[in-house]
């Protein structure tokens, strides 16, 4: 009975789709190719046209301009701020340090890239010590280093917060405090947040 039952239903569900209107729906692949698909009798078919290419993602056409003044010779923004040049001269910068995001360089700047994934279970200390040194040797030669990663969202403020840390002797309160004053989009992943905890107690423990 189970069984025929089953039957039933299935075959009143064979009809009731027979009957259903045709759905058109416009795809994106992930190569950026966008055609439109029809669901009839059942079936997906492909129309014919000429695919259109648009890119796979969403596009900002609004680039982050904004350079945050953290220190005297110390400036984060997002990767945006390093394809301007006369943005660059502008604010004095003399250095970029890239976090993970390599860009085009340009004549008149000294740059550095230090290998840094935004995954929360990165370890911050493989990229903090190498920005420090090369903040060190920006401030020795009395320059000014551009600090970013893609977005300058969590890898340059991670980076930043732990240098307010470690040599402006603040908490990790204070320097997050501090420098969301300055660039409010900051947000450090919640792994890097742990870890930077982490680093305030590790130098206390040091003194």
């Given amino acids: 009975m189970f069984i025929n039952l089953a039957m ?5 569900l ?11 729906t416009t795809v994106t692949s992930p190569d950026g190719r966008v055609h439109k698909e029809i669901i009839k009798d059942g079936k997906c078919v492909h129309l ?20 945050a003044l953290v220190l005297p010779g110390l400036c984060c923004g997002s990767q945006d701020v390093v394809q301007d040049v006369n943005l660059l001269h502008n604010y004095g ?6 976090l993970g995001v390599r860009v085009e360089q340009f004549d008149g700047f000294e740059y550095k890239f230090v290998e840094a ?8 200390v493989s990229f903090l010590e190498p920005s420090f040194e090369f903040f060190k040797k920006v401030k020795d030669s009395n320059g000014c ?9 969590s890898r340059s403020a ?21 420098l969301k004053e300055r660039r409010e989009a900051i947000r450090p992943n919640d792994g890097f947040i742990k870890q930077l905890k982490q680093y305030e107690n590790s130098l206390k423990t040091t003194l």
């Fill in 48 to 67: 014919p046209q000429t695919d259109s290419l648009a890119p796979g993602y969403v596009v900002d056409t609004n680039p982050d301009l904004k350079v």
């Fill in 158 to 178: 991670t980076v930043v917060i732990a240098y307010l840390i470690k040599e402006c002797g603040m908490t990790f309160t204070e320097a997050f405090a501090y």
């Fill in 145 to 153: 280093v551009f600090i970013h990663c893609n977005a300058g969202i």
């Fill in 93 to 98: 910068i003399t250095h970029i340090l890239s």
């Fill in 8 to 12: 039933s239903f299935l075959s009143s």
């Fill in 14 to 24: 064979i009809q009731k789709k027979q009957h259903l209107r045709p759905c058109q």
């Fill in 117 to 124: 994934l935004d995954l929360p279970d990165t370890d911050i």
